[in-house]
């Protein structure tokens, strides 16, 4: 066979051809590597963030149709491009063309902050219009299911996007938009067209939501007491204006070469690895004769994974992609058969077709496959992975095997002779961890899904930790046929997740067989399924009695629901049981994010070009939506520049007896090792850290060496080939193994007011119990990254993604032994931080300085997300124990906190977080008696760090759980026994600093209101009443939030402002973007002072040769501290300028023409601004002197449904309420809350953290540690900004808002707990209180639910005292 040894591609409408392009090579690298558009971003590069997103085009000549699809650029091979048109976030719009409307929607809605992500939002959109120019909200929603973002908290780009949808309304899925029939009315809005391309026509005209406000831009409503607010709904303000005939034209080559590329094969090799793409199925089965051991890919999703993470070599790759019997569908009698490349996306729209036409009683397994590929990975993903690929990777969590294995699907394989054979899925095809029963000579053909029969029922079940874009802790596929007399003719169970493959129920399927379908099958179920599905106590996975309790849950939702079936035709032969247990099957449906924005609008008198307090867009928006927004690891390469890789540690504590680095500088392009040998100066950071290890490793993912090489590939390469000896030590991982060995850190602190003793004695009730709150990964969507360029006399400019420059200038000026001046740091901006970029960025920082020393190379270094995970940790796990005494009357008297917290092997940060604690141990409650302190436990982990909210949020979680104790010992409403503790104006806190300006009276009330609190309290209670397997819950938790670095040297904060001889203006200072808004607040208040309009300013990084000594960018300072040096910077130049002025009162100058004079009459256009927060000063030993500046306070009431049999749960609604003072820029700072909160959301309910017994860590991306998406954050999401709030100690009587708020998640914990309670009560538990310990995932809401199904499972404890848990709770 000829093989073409060329691949032609487009990129952005630009011919590309490669001749022999490397097999190993991704389309990413490609784009950033050799292309250097970087707008296409790495976050994770497993298939599980979307940051890389790129749309691909290919023209299809059989259908005469170009079919265009989100796929990510991480996770495609380069080689596999031939014929195709790559279009990335450069090629759709530009600062300097145009902006799409995409992007410009996204920007205007204030859907970017650190923007890290925004590229590929913008690419997954732009996706979905050139395939539906008027997509449904559904649509939308499901494009994105592959796209994270950290930083905004999803509402504002959802309200980017949505005016491109069909009506556009604030209504969401409940908007008449949606229907496709003709005109319908309802009480809200009514839809007056049915054209699938044109967006508007609601009957509500002017007043609908979706057109523009007349007023202003916005909504604005004076009807509250004289106060201004501006409403923001949905779609308030942007309009779309999209014309998909705007759009660039498929490039004509690709269309009229289409047959002659789709049908050529190719062949590529590196020496390395080989590339095939065979174009038939003789030239496939002669590769496979030649190589039996290649490897098939189609999607590559999977085989991605393997290579660059699990470092699988695979030598020959064969593309399955362009052989025609691999992607032939098939209608057959029996059922449809789909060629083994064919996509997941195709596998649905053809199901779909087939359950559109025919009747429902044929098409049960297409409806139960179309649902689980709703849940199935990203769309990014689906678009390209392949049902064969599902299939033989064997995987024992896949979630089409289930299914196909109950439905007994039709396999077809075909060997290298050519001869086919017919294999039904059944318990003999897996036949152990990822192995099947295929012959090695042959491959996949087809798989045949069959059509339902009459009385045959089918059903699929997944449950992971997150509903979308997660895999499964266990799924299932049911298949019960049904005789007339409504007896059991065949059944068959099959489940993933219970086992090293997907395996069948035997047992129970024939013991099904002859039964009727009533109570008492179900019991013999329960019992037979126990059986058949036993899990030792170490199974890998873990979480036992979770899953062996799924496995009978999900049969009792099978149960039900075909018994409902029964009944509706009249066939019920067990009465159904009260009308509320039909609740276990109902399917958890949710609707797309919306929500209102209230704030206060700036007064009608305030001049125009007066910035401060108006909405202004992020000053990076536009440029971040059109990836011209620069990250450090966009900076192009210079010469000589070299790639760091590191070697790690993979034991938690060893001596190092040998560390050979010879294998891997024998590899071509390795230039040399660095290690603690090659350190100029201190091998010591911080609190004991070191650089590199040297005799002995102290946790994993500590840097041993590092590996400087050409490339990243062959870095990471050759630190791989270093080897390293260990005799393993003895290690401490759990705050549990802390304890029982005493290993601790000096913790010198505690706070006591009152007399705790006497009090305990005097109360009527004494409440103890304890709360576990789990680690917390930051998961920024820019890993660690910096640049190193050495120069003369020891000097080092370094361009890093850290939250304090000044900080690694002092570290690094330490390790090299040179003074700081020598030391420039640079930070343009930084692609998130949330606290992980203080401390730990000095894990990459000083192994390179040293390496950039040594080597006089410039030296670049962006960790994978995996190395990032394991090296730079978390935020503080805290066990919390508590004493609590109180009356019936629901006040507190007295409380004792003890906090232990899992500091890892450094106390770095954690006195500071213990300290932070101290002072949240109250959160809004006055008690009189209160002693409050713990213990650092060290630990071989990573040192933990710093992360939003500083150990606040972990002490508010532990007192809002003894709020709720008390509350359920009392059979008060929690809330009521929350407000009869609140702080009240000059009350003092337990570190005796009064409170004034105390809001919380205030947010509390307002969030009461907003929330319609009382009516749904009772709608909820309601609910419950009626449903005993789905269950609500209604909660409202308050904040209070002190507001300082309570290290007080570092309340200082300088800034530089410069106006040229043009007028424009040059702000500097020492703060860090990181996506919070820091730069544009700086500039609406420097164009407030200079009176000039905002594009006359501008800030290009932060850089310690600027403004030196500053302090970190964290602890929600930056903007007081800053905004204060700026504003005394800009009034010294504003005077400068008037007293000018004054000289030359005789003409009224422009701004440019007064600076022009100014600068000929030669006054100084530059000045230096400096500010400290006064006051500040505690002292512990005498519990005297000020914490805090001053206090924020907020309430969020938030309202869920949880599934009772698995644990699932919804955030139906969240309202919030925070004191922002009188904001500076109302839009930022809701963006903060929203972002806040969902990350609070994060922490309380879905991230959870595992690690094993022995400190590896199981969570190192996307793909295993899961984030809130789209699809997770509340249904309706409104933010309002407490209204009259000032506050006389921070800038313009501003407050922060970027850590505050993030606590108040926990009114969805507190909700879900509600719920549960609701459940335990009709399970007749409602006297044995539990705590719900964070995140409260759905193994912990579901055990916690407790019933026959979990009961039954009991027994599962430990049957081995020396067996370990697969993970253990840190
Ligand atoms: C972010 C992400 C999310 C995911 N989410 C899920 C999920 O929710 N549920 C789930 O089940 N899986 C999930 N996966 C796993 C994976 O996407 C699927 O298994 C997918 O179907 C694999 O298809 P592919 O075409 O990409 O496989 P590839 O990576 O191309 O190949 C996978 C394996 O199949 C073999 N193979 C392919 N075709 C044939 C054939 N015709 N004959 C013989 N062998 C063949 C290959 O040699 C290889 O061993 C996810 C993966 C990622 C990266
Ligand atoms: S970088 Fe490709 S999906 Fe995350
Ligand atoms: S803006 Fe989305 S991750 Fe930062």
Known sequence: MAEGRLIVFFVNGRKMEISNPDPEMTLLQYLRQNL???????????????????????????????????????????????????????????????????????ADAHGTQCGFCTPGFVMSMYTL???????????????????????????????????????????????????????????????????????????????????????????????????????????TKFSPLYDPTQEPIFPPFLKTQAMRLNKEALKFTSGRVTWYRPTSLTQLLDIKKSHPDCKLVVGNTEIGIETRFKKQHYPVLVAATHVPE????????????????????????????????????????????????RWFAGSQVRNVAALGGNIMTASPISDLNPLLMACGAKL???????????????????????????????????????????????????????????????????????????????AALAFGGMAPTTVLATKTSSALVGRKWNEELLSLACQTLAEDLPLSDEAPGGMIQYRRSLTVSFF??????????????????????????????????????????????????????????????????????????????????????????????????????RVDPAPALAINGVVDFVSHKDIPGSNIWGDGNVVFASDEVTHQGQVIGVVLAENKTLAQRAAAAVVVEYETLDAVITIQDAIAKDSYFPQPHSIQRGDVTAAFAEVEHVLQGEVHIEAQEHLYLETNVALVRPGEDGEMEIFASAQSPSGVQENVAKTLNVSRSKINVRTKRVGGAFGGKQARVYVIILPMVVAAHKLKRAVRCQLDRNEDMMMTATRHPMLGQYKVGFNSDGKVQVLDVNMYLNAGITSETSNGVMEKAMFNTDNCYNIPNLSTGGELCKTNLPSNTAFRGFGGPQAMVVAETWINHVASFLKMAPEKVREINFYKEGDLTHYNQKLDHVTLQGCWEECMERSDFSTRRREVDKFNRENRWRKRGLSVVPTKYGMAFTAVFLNQGGALVNIYSDGSVLVSFGGVEMGQGLNTKMIQIASRLLRVPTSKISITETSTDIVPNSSITAASMSSDIYGEAVKEACETLRTRLDVHQKTRDDVTLSWEELVQSAYKARVNLSASGFHIVPDLGYDFQTNQGRVFSYFCFGAACSEVEIDCLTGEHKVLRSDVVMDAGKSLNPTLDIGQVEGAFVQGYGMMML???????????????????????????????????????????AVYSSKNAGEPPLFLAASVLHAVHDAVTSARRDAGLQDIYVTLNTPATPDRIRLACSDRFTQQFQAAEKKSQTAKDWYVDL
């Not at 991230?1247 to 954050?1273: F, I, M």
Request: negative net charge.
């Open 556 to 657: 009792f939702k099978c149960y039900m629901d075909i018994l409902q079936r029964l009944h509706k035709q009249n066939q019920a032969l067990d009465v159904l049981k009260e009308a509320s247990h039909v609740s276990a099957t109902q399917p958890m449906k949710r609707e797309l994010a919306h929500g209102t924005q209230v704030f206060e609008a700036v007064t009608p008198d305030q001049p125009l070009e007066d910035a401060v307090h108006r909405p202004l867009v992020h000053q990076a928006a536009y440029k971040q939506t059109t990836g011209e927004a620069v990250y450090v690891d966009d900076i192009p390469t210079s010469q000589g520049e070299l790639y760091m890789g590191c070697v790690l540690s993979t034991q938690a504590h060893a001596r190092l007896i």
């Open 36 to 106: 250097q558009l970087t707008g296409t971003k790495l976050g994770c590069g497993e298939g599980g963030c979307g940051a890389c997103t790129v749309m691909v085009s290919r023209y299809s000549p059989t259908q005469d149709r170009i079919h265009q699809q989100s796929v990510t650029a991480c996770l495609t091979p380069l080689c596999s491009l031939h014929g195709v048109a790559i279009t990335t976030v450069e090629g759709v719009g530009s600062l300097s063309t145009r902006l799409h409307p995409v992007q410009k929607n996204l």
């Open 129 to 235: 219009l050139r395939n539906h120019p008027v997509p449904t909200t559904h649509q939308l929603e499901t494009a994105f299911d592959g796209n994270l973002c950290r930083c905004t908290g999803y509402r504002s780009i959802i309200d980017g996007f949505r005016p491109f949808t069909r009506g556009g309304c604030g209504m969401g899925d409940s908007c008449c938009m949606n229907e496709t029939t003709t005109t319908t009315t309802n009480n809200d809005c009514c839809v007056t067209t049915t054209n699938e391309n044109v967006a508007g026509g609601c009957c509500k005209g002017e007043n609908c939501c979706t057109k523009e406000p007349t007023n202003e831009g916005n909504n604005i409503d004076n009807t509250i007491n004289g106060y201004a607010e501006e409403t923001h709904s949905a779609t």
């Open 412 to 490: 077809q394989f075909i060997s290298t002779e050519a001869t086919t054979r017919d294999v039904t899925m059944d318990s003999t095809f897996f036949t152990g961890y990822r192995k099947t029963a295929t012959q090695p000579s042959e491959i996949l053909l087809s798989v045949c899904v069959p059509y339902s029969r009459q009385n045959e029922y089918f059903y699929g079940y997944k449950q992971a930790n997150r509903k979308d874009d997660d895999t499964s802790i266990v799924n299932a596929g049911m298949r019960v046929v049904l005789n007339e007399d409504c007896t059991v003719q065949e």
């Open 326 to 373: 691999l992607l032939t569908v098939e209608h057959t009698d029996s059922g449809i058969k789909f060629g083994a490349s064919v996509t997941l996306v195709t596998l649905e729209s053809v199901l779909k077709e087939a359950v559109n036409d025919l009747p429902e009683w044929k098409t049960s397994v297409f409806s139960a496959v179309m649902e689980m590929l």
């Open 1247 to 1289: 991230e959870q953290y595992k690690v094993r017994p022995d400190g590896t860590l199981l969570t190192r991306g996307p793909g295993t540690y899961k984030v809130p998406t789209l699809g997770t954050v509340p249904e309706v999401f409104n933010v309002s900004l407490l209204r009259h709030a000032r506050n006389p100690r």
